[in-house]
């Protein structure tokens, strides 16, 4: 879960599922936090808003891990000021904040 690290997310609303690559910001070992950006994420926001939990898949050296867990999603205050000095890419829209609550390899 390093920065900058490519990242499966994947959402669902109304049994519609839906994946996107992300790039990670940062990683809270203790509180388990990652921070994500959206930026042109439009229908990811859309499920996120109905439905926070999502599942994250990642590869690290020849290991492929899956986590679950909840999201919050901040549009102003200091996560989302994080998030834009972070990001180095479009504009900062949406910081996603996921609480991981469950590790597979």
Do not use: W
Not at 27 to 47: I, P, R, V, W
Request: hydrophobic share 35%; proline share 3%; charged share 30%.
């Amino acid at each position: 879960m390093a920065e900058r690290n490519e990242i499966v997310l994947i959402t669902c609303k109304n049994n519609k599922p839906h994946g996107n690559i992300t790039i990670s910001l940062d990683f809270d070992n203790k509180k388990k936090e990652l921070l994500l950006a959206a930026c042109q994420m439009y229908t990811t926001l859309k499920h996120l808003k109905k439905n926070p939990i999502v599942c994250l898949i990642t590869k690290h050296k020849k290991e492929y891990y899956r986590f679950k867990g909840k999201v919050k999603l901040y549009e102003k205050g200091t996560i989302f000021t994080k998030a834009q000095k972070l990001n180095k890419g479009p504009a900062v829209k949406t910081a996603i904040l996921i609480r991981i609550e469950e590790v597979f390899d």
